[in-house]
């Protein structure tokens, strides 16, 4: 049979996979770091210390709860839903698996509009899923035309809407949000990694039409504005029969003791983390406001990063010339719909100014 090795030998990797690249980040040395979109600003000194103290009483023998149920329960609180409503995971990135796992697979089609989370049709790929990706217009808005011929000719299990979107920073608006509910014949997963940026958010939608918005699913992580990236904790709000479908695939224990106290804990400290993200837009208007006088294109920002394109040199130029500075950022010009664009994350005011004054002097 094909794939099978002789005795002794390996056996192919699945056909499908064969032409997959992993996801990854180019890395290089560099004194700033603003590649990846993470948090500059450490998690709140209470919460370290409460954490410290709670660890100290885990049980390490024992298996964690298997359905963190104090953790859940809280992010439903937070949310003003049932618990039976949230699903948590090692990330956002191992909910949207899940989300695969139990509605993908061979013979089923996800929809999702590029530029966008190269993630969302990566991991697509990886579960066997095909990938039906629509374009989105020259200013990274939705164009619900196309949203409409995609939906129409794909019949998707799931759509993607990445919104703020990543790698535009762009958020999407709640109507339009809506219009695509209307449209789509299975779940609309709107990716809210960065929605505490964002003005408005998809609960909004779900909130005020729950029974027309059962097929919508939220995803959010603590990486970002929750400064929590090291611990892997992201999870979703859905109707229960989309939670029990994760819970069907999701392995046994996935979630370890201390991401769990990690994450119940965090939610105590809401002030300070909308105090980091009202310094974090702070610091994204400063920037956007200074790449307006510079030789590059820029857009508008809901996330904590901002997209731009140099016009006076190439793209993969300038990030070496910013490489050479000390100053790492993501060079995106090679994906669908980027040609010449490079992402950079809002970070520490004195990591702003050296990456202003890096990219100044590489396009002068």
């Known amino acids: 049979m094909a794939g099978l090795a002789r005795p002794g030998g390996l056996p192919a990797v699945r056909p499908d996979l064969s032409a997959l690249v992993g996801y990854h980040s180019a890395q290089a040395d560099a004194e700033v770091r603003l590649n990846t979109n993470e948090s ?4 709140p000194t209470a919460w ?5 103290a709670a660890v100290s009483e885990v049980d390490f023998r024992r298996y964690p709860d298997r359905s963190a149920t104090r953790l859940r329960q809280a992010l439903a609180d937070s949310h003003g839903v049932g618990i039976d409503h949230v699903f948590c995971a090692n990330g956002s990135n191992e909910v949207l698996q899940c989300l695969l796992l139990a509605y993908g697979g061979p013979e089923r089609t996800v929809a999702l509009f590029e530029p966008t989370y190269m993630l969302h049709g990566h991991i697509a790929r990886v579960t066997g899923t095909q990938v039906a990706a629509g374009g989105r217009r020259d200013d990274f808005a939705l164009d619900l035309d196309e949203v409409a011929r995609v939906v ?3 019949d998707p299990v799931v759509t993607f809407l990445c919104s703020p979107n990543n790698p535009t920073g762009r958020a999407d608006r709640l109507d339009e949000i809506a219009t695509v509910a209307g449209l789509v014949p ?5 990716d809210e990694a960065y929605g505490q ?3 408005s958010s998809a609960f909004e939608l779900c909130r005020a039409d729950p029974d027309g918005t059962r097929h919508v699913v939220v995803v959010r992580t603590f990486s970002k504005t929750w400064s929590m990236a090291g611990a892997r904790l992201g999870y979703l709000v859905a109707d229960p029969e989309v939670v029990a479908a994760c819970e069907l695939v999701v392995l046994p224990y996935h ?3 201390v991401t769990q106290l990690a994450g119940r804990l ?3 400290y809401v002030d300070e983390m909308d105090a980091r993200v009202a310094a974090i837009a702070e610091e994204r208007g400063r920037i956007a406001g200074t790449l307006a006088g510079l030789q590059v294109e820029t857009w508008p920002s809901d996330a904590n990063f901002l997209l731009f394109r140099p016009t006076a040199r190439p793209a993969a130029t300038v990030w070496s010339d910013l490489v050479s500075a000390g100053v790492l950022v993501r060079d995106c010009s090679t994906w669908p719909g980027l040609s010449g664009c490079l992402r950079v994350t809002v970070g520490l005011p004195a990591e702003n100014d050296r990456f202003l004054a890096a990219l100044t002097e590489s396009l002068r």
């Open 255 to 257: 979630l370890d003791a």
């Open 48 to 52: 370290q210390e409460a954490l410290a």
């Open 40 to 43: 500059p600003l450490p998690p």
């Open 197 to 199: 940026f964002a003005p």
């Open 186 to 190: 299975g779940l609309l997963v709107i």
């Open 266 to 268: 965090a939610l105590d």
């Open 152 to 154: 129409a000719d794909a």
